[in-house]
Each structure stands twice: as structure tokens, then as C-alpha cells.
């Protein structure tokens, strides 16, 4: 079975935000939650370098470890998921989450954060496929669908790759063997090493 | 502003012939070069500037900029937070566990060696008020919370490992939420029991001159009598001073946990989560001391936090000083003449 990665070609991202914009509009995400986000380094000086970054579903997920209710699971594919009815909005998989991926609804005293949300590779979460219940919670099932993310299908530049790993990782390598410069893609190494 | 454009106009002029001079000094040389290299090689690449360092400093946590409010989205990787859980799955959670499991085996041994600690002059049948109403509910003010939130708080600790896989993880999911709760509110309680103990008991928890010789005897607990002391004897003293202390740097970091990025950033909140389990734990490891001695660990010395009465041979025997003190009776023959059984 495929392992689903995700992978950000630095030399291409525009920082057009159309990942964003894309996810939050697929997943109907509410106002302050941002399951994916685009950082830009350097931000308008020479060598100035723009990464769509979400959750990059590890391998050995650090939120999977930390949680004390035990509410992630990893998929056949590898895409790390949760589920809501479990989760008791401690923050925890937010202080181990090496890409700040987990997010909350709610900001509010008492440690009062609400269910956390983050990028579930649009594989939805534990409910049945593409029923009602899975939207609300957790947005659509496109893998369910056989639909890869939409953040990565609407991305004009291809910058952001997502898929089987081995694919991706294969795209990328020749991309780089093509115009001979900029390996990097910080952030694979961290959550598909080991 | 005729001046200013006086300048401006210099400043281009001087800019145009220095322009000029270079390229008549480079020209030479760029036709030079390009004669030698491959035709069909694109002239106009831009360099690239090395990225080396740039990708090594977002290794590091470098923020970049983001265009949402979020300004802790900004960082790429922190990897404090794999450090944050090694110290806490690998490092604090199975040395607690050993370190609480090794106390319960010490007090465990030590009830199969030493036995319950008898009044050895037998109860004497007359009782003496030893805590006043106020200074029991101090106690269970404080005791009370802290049971609570210790029991809620290794259940955040251990609960997956030990009670989910019985219970299921839904049930332990609702049992959680509600322990979560519990542990919110009942901080609460626990540093106003703490207030209140500290403002009743400092004074009578500070060193005084039988300490040295408490010690000296190792408190009378190894069989060589009991050395004399007022209200509290040096070892309560030490328990006490540890509840303040570590109970305040618990309650502080507890109430930095309460509100998330309210004071600290991410790697404050990852430290000061570390240091409320380690000191939570080192209390709890301690407590179970306390609550062995107050209970099945010493005959007569439970009623002392219950009715607030204790009878008055125990008090001669552990506190003798302080009973010379309450009922104007000299001691005399009752203290540290007779070994323990």
C-alpha cells in the first residue's frame, strides 16, 4: 500500500495562498483555524523562500506519543489521524508538533481550547466515509473518493507535491536533477525519517 | 528645495558616469567569456544565492513571515518539541512511576520490619486538643485538593497505559475530561489550603533549639526514643516547608498551564509543563510518606487531624515540649526514657 507524503518544492511555491484558500473552502474550516499555512523566509530579501506547510503525517508522530487519551491513529496509507469524540483539547500534540500543525477552535482561560483540528490529508476521521457526520468533524474524504489533497491538485505551480512517497519523492529528485540546484525540502527529513 | 534638486542632480549625474565606467571596464571581459562558452547555454540564469544556511536556520526554528494574525505560525520546525516528548514519555513518566512504586515498597518494608509505632507508655486515656477546627480544615483543604489532583494528574500521565486499555478509550475519554476539570478547579482549592496552612504553621515550623538533637537521633523512628520537640518535630518540619515550597512551584506552573501563551511561549509552556509533573511527582512521592506515618504507620496519631484530639501519652512522647507548654505539666519521666518495641 501507498505510504501519503507530502512534500514542498521551495524553488517553486509563489506564496499564492491558493493551498489555504483551497483547504479551508474544501473542508468548510471555521474562522481561526488554519489546518495549512504558507511561511516565507526572508520575506523580500535576495534569496527570499516561500513553504506551504500542514501536518506532515510522521512516521513516528510526536502527537500520536504525547496524547494522554490516545486519540491519533495512523491509516494503512500512513496519514495520522484523530478522533474528535476522544480528544480532550489538552494542547499536548501542539507542544510536540514539530510543523504547529494541530489547531483550536477556541482560545479561552481554563486551558479552554475546544477539539483540536489539523490536516487529515482529506481522509477525513474515524466516522463512516463521506457520510455528514465526517464532514462536520473532520471535512471531506477525497482519498475515500480516490482524490489525492486538494491543496496539492490545486497548486499552480506544483511546488507542493502530495501522494505516494515514493512518487514524490521520485518527481522531486528528477526536478532537481533537471535544473541542478535546490534540494531542499526542509520538513521531509523531519517527519519521514526512521 | 532648489538645493535639494541641485544635489539629486549631481547624485544622478555622478551615478551615470560611474554606470558608464564600469561597463566599459567589464564589457571586455563578459564578451570574452561568453566566447568560450557553449552557445546553447541560457545567459540570463539568475544566481542562486546558497540556501545552506537559510534551511539550517528553519531547521533551528528561524520564524519567517506569515500574512494570518496566528504570529506562532510563523516558525516552520521547532524541534524543542521532540525534546519536550522524550523528557516526558522516555525520561519523567517511568522514573515517577519507579520512584512512586519505590516509596510504596520502602513504606511497604519498612511496616514488615518496624512495625506500627506504639505509644510505649500505653494510652493514657486523657486527650489533649492538638489542632483547632481552622488548622484541620487547612489540612483537609489541602490534602483533599491535592488527592484529587494527583490522582487526576497521573491519570494524564499513565492513565492511557494503565486504565484506558480496561475501561476503553472512550470512557477513559469522559473519565479524563471530567478528571481534567476536577484538576482545573481543584487547584483552586489546593492553593487556598496551602495559603492557609502557610499563614498557621510557618511560625511553628521554623527551626528551633531540639531540631539538632531530632536529627541527631534520626527522629526517634530507628528505636533510640523520641527525642523531644515542640508542636512540630523537625521531620514535620522538613514535610511542611516541602509542601510550601514545591506546592507553590507546582500552583505557579499549574496556573501558567491554566493560561495557555498567556505569559510564556511555546518553549516556556514545554518547560513549565516538565517542571509541574517532576515537582507534582517528588510531592506525591513525599505525601506517601506523610500519609503512612498519619495513618497505619503510628498508633494515636490519625485522631490528631480528625477529632483534632490526641492522646496525651502520644503527645508526651512526640511532642513533649509542646505539651509542657499547653497543659503547664512538667514531662518528666514520660520522654525518650523507654525505648520504642
Known amino acids: 500500500m501507498a505510504r501519503m507524503k507530502f512534500l514542498c518544492d521551495s524553488e517553486r511555491c509563489i506564496e499564492c495562498n491558493a493551498c489555504v484558500t483551497a483547504c479551508k473552502n474544501e473542508h468548510e474550516v471555521p474562522w481561526g483555524v488554519n489546518r495549512r499555512r504558507v511561511v516565507t523566509i526572508n520575506d523580500g530579501k535576495p534569496g527570499e523562500r516561500s513553504l506551504s506547510v500542514a501536518c506532515m503525517h510522521c512516521s513516528d508522530a510526536p502527537c500520536m506519543a504525547v496524547c494522554p487519551v490516545d486519540c491519533f491513529y495512523q491509516t494503512a496509507d500512513g496519514v495520522v489521524l484523530h478522533n474528535k469524540d476522544l480528544c480532550i ?3 499536548y500534540c501542539f507542544y510536540a508538533c514539530p510543523f ?67 512518487q514524490v519523492s ?24 526512521g | 528645495m532648489s538645493n535639494r534638486s541641485r544635489f539629486t542632480w549631481k547624485a544622478a549625474l555622478f551615478s551615470a558616469l560611474m554606470a558608464l565606467s564600469a561597463a566599459l571596464v567589464t564589457m571586455p571581459a563578459v564578451h570574452a567569456a561568453e566566447g568560450a562558452l557553449d552557445p546553447n547555454l541560457p545567459t540570463n540564469v539568475q544566481p542562486q544565492p546558497a540556501t545552506t544556511d537559510m534551511w539550517r536556520d528553519i531547521r533551528q526554528g528561524e520564524p519567517g513571515y506569515v500574512s494570518i494574525p496566528n504570529d506562532h505560525a510563523a516558525v516552520l520546525i521547532q524541534s524543542e518539541g521532540n ?31 518496624r512495625g506500627k509505632i506504639r505509644v510505649s507508655s500505653g494510652l493514657a486515656g486523657r486527650q489533649i486538643l492538638r489542632f483547632k477546627t481552622i488548622e484541620r480544615v487547612g489540612h483537609w483543604l489541602t490534602a483533599g485538593s491535592f488527592i484529587a489532583l494527583a490522582l487526576t494528574g497521573l491519570n494524564i500521565l499513565y492513565g492511557r497505559y494503565i486504565i484506558a486499555p480496561v475501561i476503553g478509550l472512550e470512557a477513559f475519554s469522559w473519565l479524563t475530561v ?25 511560625k511553628d515550623n521554623l527551626w528551633d533549639r531540639y531540631d539538632l538533637n531530632w536529627i541527631l537521633k534520626g527522629g526517634g523512628l530507628l528505636g533510640l526514643g523520641h527525642p523531644p520537640a515542640r508542636k512540630f518535630n523537625f521531620g514535620q518540619k522538613v514535610m511542611f516547608w516541602m509542601v510550601i515550597l514545591v506546592g507553590a512551584l507546582v500552583s505557579a506552573t499549574g496556573l501558567n498551564l491554566l493560561f495557555p501563551f498567556m505569559f510564556v511561549d511555546l518553549l516556556g509552556m514545554q518547560l513549565l509543563q516538565l517542571a509541574h509533573v517532576v515537582a507534582s511527582l517528588l510531592m506525591i512521592v513525599a505525601i506517601c510518606a506523610h500519609i503512612y506515618i498519619g495513618t497505619i504507620g503510628m498508633e494515636g496519631a490519625t485522631s490528631a487531624m480528625t477529632t483534632g484530639y490526641v492522646d496525651e501519652n502520644w503527645a508526651r512522647e512526640h511532642h513533649g515540649v509542646w505539651v509542657e507548654e499547653v497543659t503547664g505539666v512538667p514531662n518528666g519521666k514520660h520522654h525518650g526514657h523507654q525505648p520504642a518495641e
Open chain 1, 89 to 91: 483539547g489538552c494542547g
Open chain 2, 178 to 202: 471530567f478528571g481534567k476539570w476536577v484538576h482545573n478547579v481543584g487547584g483552586f482549592a489546593f492553593m487556598a489550603g496551602l495559603a492557609l496552612i502557610f499563614i498557621l504553621w510557618a
Open chain 1, 100 to 166: 504547529g500543525a494541530p489547531q483550536y477552535p477556541k482560545e479561552s482561560n481554563f486551558g479552554g481550547r475546544g477539539k483540536m483540528d489539523k490536516c487529515t490529508f482529506c481522509a477525513g476521521g474515524p466516522e463512516e466515509d463521506n457520510t455528514q457526520a465526517e464532514f462536520e468533524k473532520y471535512g471531506r474524504n477525497r482519498l475515500a473518493e480516490g482524490k489525492l489533497p486538494l491543496c496539492a491538485e490545486m497548486c499552480s505551480t506544483k511546488a507542493l507535491l502530495a501522494g505516494d512517497g515514493d
Open chain 1, 170 to 193: 521520485s518527481i522531486y529528485r528528477e526536478r532537481v536533477a533537471a535544473r541542478g540546484f535546490g534540494a531542499g525540502a526542509p520538513g521531509f527529513d523531519a517527519a519521514y525519517k
Open chain 2, 83 to 113: 525534546s519536550w516528548r522524550i523528557l516526558r514519555n522516555a525520561w519523567v513518566a517511568p522514573y515517577g512511576a519507579l520512584a512512586l512504586g519505590g516509596m510504596i515498597l520502602a513504606l511497604a518494608a519498612f511496616y514488615l520490619i
